[in-house]
């Protein structure tokens, strides 16, 4: 039974027998995605030193490379699922290919593989604004004890046994979800401790938020154009208001709070939107489906795409349950 203030450590422990498979490899690798995550925080918040401590590229007063951070975090994860040998294989983001974790072969016994983005938005972090990390996991889907397949890892989102994310807010938050509910830590730097600090998170039925950018409007498909023209119009509950930070994870943090929408279309010029699937879209359409709320491509459900490539982009409507359904009438609307 969650409790708040229970530290993340002890939460995991005691759900630990809500999974199906229950080894506790899956418990294990969570708690390593949250060391992980602490020590990306103590770099993100250090970022604003850039300036005085030397940029990416130089050399630091340790004699340091000062790498960006987007690698860092990226490094951070990979070397520390790695070393803890919980994992047979890492996607991430900012790799071209997927990492086998090689090594003895007790590495390769374990059955999870990780899909990761390890900054979402960092373009953010220069003019201080939030940041997250993505993760979602899977079983693998080959045999255990041999090197991970690219199939282990295009695999549908509704395979997925955890998904979560970490954003680098006002406060630093961890939320995830093994398909029991969602639930929220809050950071205590301090201590170094998460807590429960929101336990069985669940998105409003609807809401007053649409998140969009803009700027791409005249790109965007007749259907999103007329649902945005829905959301402005003066009605006895609308217009709604118009939040944008253009980082994913504080985004569809704030709506599940909030009630909202984040809607990140394709456009003439990309005709697949702009987020990854597998990287993004996933794992946040997971938490969204437990938190009660709704992804979908604007036609479809999101969880039950199948994958094609590691880096494969797609449209992503992703919020409040009635607005994501109403988004999506208007999509209807318009298919020709
Ligand atoms: P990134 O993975 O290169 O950081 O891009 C993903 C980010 C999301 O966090 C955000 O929602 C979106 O890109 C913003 O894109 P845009 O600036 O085109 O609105
Ligand atoms: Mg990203």
């Known amino acids: 039974m969650a409790q708040k203030n ?96 090689s090594g003895s072969d007790k590495n390769h016994q374990s059955k999870y593989v990780v899909l990761i983005d390890p900054l979402d938005g960092s373009s953010n972090i220069d003019v201080n604004v939030s ?97 945005i023209k829905y959301c402005q119009k003066e009605e006895e509950d609308r217009p709604y208001t118009s939040r944008y930070i253009g980082s994913l994870v504080s985004d569809l943090h704030r709506n599940m709070i909030k009630g909202g929408i984040y809607m990140y279309p394709s456009t003439s010029k990309t005709p697949n939107g702009k987020l990854r699937l597998l990287y993004e879209c996933n794992p946040m359409a997971f938490i969204a489906e437990q938190a009660n709320g709704k992804a979908s491509d604007g036609y479809k459900r999101i969880l039950d795409i199948k994958p094609t490539a590691l880096h494969e982009r797609v449209p992503f409507i992703c919020g409040s349950r009635k607005m994501v359904e109403k988004a999506e009438e208007f999509m209807a609307a318009q298919k020709s």
């Open 6 to 101: 229970q530290s993340l450590g002890e939460f995991i422990i005691e759900n630990q027998s809500e999974f199906q498979y229950s080894s506790g490899e899956l418990s294990r690798l969570i708690n390593s995605i949250r060391l992980a995550a602490k020590m990306v925080n103590h770099e993100v918040n250090k970022a604003g030193l850039v300036d005085i401590t030397g940029s990416a590229g130089d050399i630091n007063t340790q004699g340091e490379d000062q790498q960006k951070l987007d690698v860092f975090a990226n490094n951070v994860f990979i070397q520390t699922l790695t070393n803890r040998q919980i994992v047979c294989g890492i996607a991430s983001e900012e790799n071209e290919d997927f990492i086998t974790i």
């Open 131 to 227: 940041v997250g990390t993505i993760f979602s996991i899977y079983r693998r889907v080959t045999p255990a004890g041999q090197p991970v397949q690219l199939e282990d890892f295009l695999q549908p989102g509704n395979k997925q046994v955890a998904a979560g994310y970490i954003v680098y807010g006002t406060s630093t938050m961890l939320v995830y979800t093994t398909g029991h509910g969602v639930n929220g830590f809050t950071l205590n730097p301090a201590l170094g401790t998460y807590y429960l600090s929101h336990p069985n998170m669940t998105y409003p039925e609807n809401g007053s938020i649409y998140s969009v950018n803009e700027g791409n409007y005249i790109q965007f498909p007749q259907g999103i154009k007329d649902y």
